[in-house]
């Protein structure tokens, strides 16, 4: 399946005229050949590190 990009630029090729991709994503979830792409996962790790807080604390003012 494409997605609603890729439609966009072959609509557009095909018919020689200038679609928006947001209609053309509206009627391609209407027509239900709308393809569901997941969201990318972060590849980095929270870690929370004490440091920081200690250099914070032991400052005089």
């Given at each position: 399946?494409?997605?609603?990009r ?56």
């Open positions: 399946m494409l997605g609603y890729r439609m966009t630029e072959w609509i557009n090729v095909l018919n020689h005229k200038q679609y928006n991709y947001k209609q053309v994503h509206r009627i391609m979830i209407l027509l239900g050949v709308h393809d569901i792409i997941r969201a990318k996962r972060s590849n980095y790790k929270k870690e929370y590190s004490t440091s920081h807080c200690r250099k914070s604390i032991s400052k005089r003012f």
